[in-house]
């Protein structure tokens, strides 16, 4: 992970990287990343205006949003080391294997760290794990799948 090419400096802003804008983008800095795993940084969870909350609480059940947008932060930035673009659109498929450790996540002190493990990349969609924590304190885990949708090719005439 030491490659000049993964440089947190050098990726800019992260919404570019993901289909989200405003405060819709959870994520604030990457800290490292490279072929496999990306670790992210934010303290949007704190924020009172956080578009997942719901009156004055955030569901843990939002950590696995988290998780879904450092893999395609992951995603983003790969496709722009691999040809110089943007990574082609999923949908998420699955949520599966997913623990919490927390009912909520509005009363943790500190950032959280995101992390997401690339297990299987195709031409047909993505498999990562992630994991969230605040310090030492481990919060969520789980796998999500998503796919990339197919075009629908016109019938030869």
Known sequence: MSD??????RIGDL???????????LLEAVLVWDEQIIRCTTH?????????RSGDRLAALHLCEYGAQAMAVHGGLLARLEHGGKAVPGVLAALREVEFAVERIDD????????????????TGWLYEFEVAAGARWLARG???????????????
Do not use: W
Not at 4 to 9: G, L, N, V, W
Not at 15 to 25: D, E, F, W, Y
């Open 143 to 157: 796998r999500v799948s998503v796919i990339r949708p197919q075009r629908l090719e016109a019938p030869a005439a």
């Open 44 to 52: 949007s969870h704190r924020d009172p205006h956080n578009p997942l």
């Open 4 to 9: 000049a090419r993964f440089d947190p400096a």
């Open 15 to 25: 919404a570019q990287l993901i289909p989200h804008a405003g405060r819709m983008c």
């Open 108 to 123: 943790i002190e500190g950032p959280l760290t995101v992390v997401a493990y690339k297990k299987i990349a195709g031409p």
